[in-house]
């Protein structure tokens, strides 16, 4: 459906951009702060370490006013959990705290509403000694850290999501650094799988304690959905899809919004002897939990065609967006009706439509974008300039796309775009650049951490000023 006449996008739509604690702060280890699970892993070979980062830390308020600039109406960032709790538990680091009320406050001046992820990749290395999530007391490790956040800055901070990508934790966990599995573990399925039904738990006591403590407050999840194309109108490839949809998505949502398992995951599940144990409360609580919103990062659709019953991935290493297999469910396919980025992400504008209209449908609650953006390399001229037409053409087909999606009849909050200043990728380093802002620095070379507007940093202040009416040069 091609539509004639566009609706406008909502009077108070949340235009930004976001970042996580662990990719842009630096000071990794200052004020108190403990280390997490990415201070200690091992570093991709070729990658910059997360010492420094942005150094977004100490430049905060810099950083604040040129999002100003560009006239953000709200900020989504991450509050890295070390920062206030250096061992995960216990004893409050009042640095952190310090630091996170200077963060909102400054957003506040500006008139930029804080979009606060409680957990965004960083499990403090102290609780991964102790068994991470994998250990089931990790549920209440999450709802006191989310007590402390409220208590702090719930005065102030009016939307809330709990944990970023939880999907990609469990599908692709090794890959981001996260996920823990015990040495020896005979079922490794069952245990990602578990690990995974405590988060969702967490989560769901969170937004119960965000609804009881902070009853003006707005809360929802932040998974990363990507709508599952079918490679071929075979039927065989159409079940793939819908298998593919389920494990990699609606599992996620059906839980966060229904409080109930995707009967096609649990299905999954039991076959593969990998059905998670419920400790006592755990199916109440999850069926207590209701969502304000959802937030979601998109970045691309995926396609998949049958799988055999004795495929197996080869030594390939998948990443957040990356085709994977799974024997007698699905296997990715390169979909030949889409372009690639430079680190090969296919590109899908309409599929960001379709994917937006497909969740819609099914839970009927306000969507929040919470990430969506094009990692490249771009470079620095000697005037100081940044000039990312492809960046500038990415985010405007994918605007027009949400503008579709609203005249479809989608409730839209906001759109906040990777990444609002330049930042470390989470397995790309340095180089795969998604920022409107450049900080001069390079993989190893520190530089001089100077801050430079990009083409597209001037190109969204547009956007933003006509509220998404002027998608033009």
Same mark, same amino acid.
């Given at each position: ?45 070729? #990658?910059?370490? $997360? ?6 830390? =100490? &430049? *905060?308020?810099?950083?604040? !006013? ?119 573990? #005979?079922?490794? $399925? ?6 995974? =039904? &405590? *988060?969702?738990?967490?989560? !769901? ?269």
């Amino acid at each position: 459906m091609k539509h004639k006449t566009r609706k406008p996008f909502p009077e108070n739509f949340f235009w930004g951009a976001s970042t996580s604690a662990y990719q842009v702060e630096g000071a990794n280890l200052e004020d108190g702060k403990g280390p997490s699970c990415q201070d200690v892993k091992e570093v991709p070979e070729g #990658t910059s370490d $997360l010492t420094v980062c942005a150094d977004h830390y =100490h &430049h *905060m308020k810099e950083d604040v !006013a040129l999002m100003a600039e560009m006239g953000f109406k709200s900020y989504r960032f991450s509050i890295a959990w070390t920062r206030i709790l250096p061992k995960g538990t216990g004893e409050i680091n009042q640095k952190g705290i310090d630091f996170y009320n200077e963060l909102i406050d400054e957003c506040l001046k500006y008139g930029i509403e804080p979009i606060v992820t409680m957990f965004h990749f960083d499990m403090p290395a102290a609780l991964d000694e102790r068994g991470s999530w994998g250990n089931p007391d990790s549920v209440q490790w999450f709802v006191d850290f989310a007590r402390v956040l409220f208590e702090n800055f719930g005065d102030r901070v009016k939307y809330w999501l709990t944990i970023n990508e939880q999907n990609m934790l469990t599908l692709v966990g090794p890959v981001i650094g996260t996920l823990m599995i015990p040495e020896g573990c #005979t079922n490794v $399925l069952k245990e990602v799988y578990q690990q995974n =039904h &405590h *988060m969702l738990v967490a989560q !769901a006591k969170a937004m119960v304690l965000c609804h009881q403590m902070l009853p003006e407050a707005k809360i929802g999840p932040a998974p990363n959905i990507s709508l599952v194309y079918p490679a071929t109108c075979k039927p065989e490839d159409v079940i793939a899809a819908q298998n593919f949809n389920a494990i990699r998505n609606w599992l996620y949502l059906d839980m966060a919004v229904y409080g109930i398992y995707n009967a096609i995951v649990w299905s999954y599940l039991e076959e593969n002897d990998a059905t998670p144990t419920f400790a006592p409360g755990d199916e109440e609580a999850m069926k207590n939990a209701h969502p304000d919103f959802i937030g979601f990062n998109y970045y691309n659709t995926a396609t998949v065609e049958a799988a055999s019953d004795e495929e197996v991935l080869a030594d390939a290493v998948a990443d957040q967006q990356s085709g994977s297999i799974e024997a007698g469910m699905y296997k990715g396919f390169r979909n030949p009706n889409l372009v690639t980025t430079e680190f090969g992400w296919e590109i899908d504008p309409v599929g960001f439509r379709a994917t937006i209209r497909e969740m819609d449908s099914r839970y009927h609650l306000p969507l929040l974008v919470t990430e969506n953006g094009l990692g490249a390399y771009d470079t620095l001229t000697e005037d100081g300039k940044v000039h990312d037409p492809y960046r500038i053409e990415y985010l405007r087909q994918h605007i027009a796309q949400i503008q579709e999606a609203i005249t479809d009849g989608a409730q839209m909050l906001g759109y906040n775009p990777w990444s609002a200043i330049d930042l470390i990728s989470t397995h790309e380093g340095m180089k795969k650049r998604y920022g409107f802002i450049y900080v001069d620095r390079d993989e190893f070379d520190l530089g001089t951490l100077n801050r430079y507007r990009k083409d597209s940093f001037y190109w969204y202040k547009k956007v933003i000023a006509s509220n998404g009416e002027d998608l033009s040069d």
